[in-house]
């Protein structure tokens, strides 16, 4: 059983940067691999980025070069380092322990509660 909780989210002006954190419960890192989604009011949750078992980072085209998925063994977490927010990139956002395979990301059973993210001037 693997527990996630995110943080780090609020409101920011578009331009302005925030960095998501997913603390898990238990060990993640070489087990699992990890997904940041979103959900912006009316639409489906989208894959943003995740990153392999191994580390290796995938994002989605509507972030790339914007955002930035890492994540720190000894802390157990996962971290969205957002970078030139801009007004659609309002959601809410969760992380999720998921598998790689067959060339991309299947998210698992385990979710966080979710963080609010508010880009606004």
């Known amino acids: 059983q693997v527990q996630l909780v995110e943080s780090g989210g609020g409101l920011v002006q578009p331009g302005g940067s925030l960095r998501l954190s997913c603390a898990a419960s238990?060990?993640?890192?070489?087990?699992?691999?990890m997904g940041w989604y979103r959900q912006a009011p009316g639409k489906q949750r989208e894959l943003v980025a995740f990153?392999?078992?191994?580390?290796?980072?995938n994002y989605a085209d509507s972030v790339k070069g914007r955002f930035t998925i890492s994540g720190e063994n000894a802390k157990n977490t996962v971290y969205l380092q957002m970078n030139s927010l801009k007004p659609e990139d309002t959601a809410v956002y969760y992380c999720n322990a998921g598998s790689y395979y067959s060339g991309g990301y299947h998210p698992g059973d385990y979710w966080g509660q979710g963080t609010q993210v508010t880009v606004s001037s």
């Open positions: 990153i392999t078992s191994g580390g290796r980072p």
């Open positions: 238990g060990s993640i890192f070489g087990i699992y691999a």
